[in-house]
């Protein structure tokens, strides 16, 4: 069985070259692969892209030190899944309860788009994420790719599963799967994606952990 992540990956060779280049302009960033986040036998286990440029990149925790962490984190403290609203730096002292973050691609890609080939040689990692939870969890795939990414994981027909903001989901085995748009600068700031909108997803994750 595929390791749930790998700290030394050097499988996708268009990210690990971007990554050298990106460390040599920035030799303080983490610049590798980045691991789960979280509660190691957590039942929520939240899904992102992947990680960006001056957030994860930069400091090895997933939707730390971004954007697109503010609203993440603020959400998951509301629900009691973090013990703090605002994650700064992998050593803030920050810990999830009964949830991880985990990303569809662990390495940063240019333009923060991976190809197709990156996101199926990463999808290995993944799938032995999601076949190591426990019954009765709840996978929540921040945006369209990591929905995929979820899907082809488990070995299902994408046809059968149509991404959608708070579409959910039970393809058998151990989890529900439910979708919400990704909580990225420009879905908030345009409003695709409101606060009120991910707090009724996070919601329901937690009203699905609890019954």
């Known amino acids: 069985m595929t390791d749930i992540f790998d700290s030394n990956c050097r499988r996708c060779p268009r990210l690990a070259d971007f990554l050298d280049d990106v460390q040599g302009r920035y030799p303080d960033y983490h610049c590798a692969p980045v691991p789960p986040f979280g509660d190691a036998s957590a039942r929520l286990l939240i899904v992102g892209l992947a990680p960006g440029m001056h957030g994860a990149n930069r400091t090895g925790r997933p939707f730390t030190g971004d954007y697109a962490g503010i609203l993440l984190y603020e959400t998951l403290?509301?629900?009691?899944?973090?013990?703090?609203?605002?994650?700064?730096s992998a050593e803030d002292g920050?810990?999830?309860?009964?949830?991880?973050?985990?990303?569809?691609?662990?390495?940063?890609?240019?333009?923060?788009?991976?190809v197709g080939a990156e996101i199926n040689t990463c999808n290995g990692y993944l799938a032995a994420e999601l076949a190591a939870l426990g019954a009765g969890s709840v996978v929540?795939?921040?945006?369209?790719?990591?929905?995929?990414?979820?899907?082809?994981?488990?070995?299902?027909?994408?046809?059968?599963?149509?991404f959608g903001h708070a579409a959910e989901y039970r393809p058998g085995g151990?989890?529900?799967?439910?979708?919400?748009?990704?909580?990225?600068?420009?879905?908030?700031?345009?409003?695709?994606?409101?606060?009120?909108?991910?707090?009724?997803?996070?919601a329901r994750a937690r009203d699905l952990l609890e019954h």
Do not use: W
């Open 174 to 202: 151990n989890f529900v799967l439910l979708d919400s748009y990704h909580c990225s600068r420009y879905n908030t700031n345009t409003g695709r994606l409101t606060p009120e909108m991910f707090r009724a997803v996070i």
């Open 77 to 88: 403290h509301e629900f009691g899944f973090s013990s703090a609203p605002e994650s700064v």
């Open 140 to 162: 929540l795939a921040l945006g369209g790719i990591a929905h995929r990414a979820v899907v082809r994981a488990i070995g299902e027909r994408q046809a059968a599963y149509k």
């Open 94 to 114: 920050l810990v999830l309860r009964d949830c991880r973050i985990t990303n569809a691609v662990k390495c940063l890609p240019p333009d923060n788009k991976p």
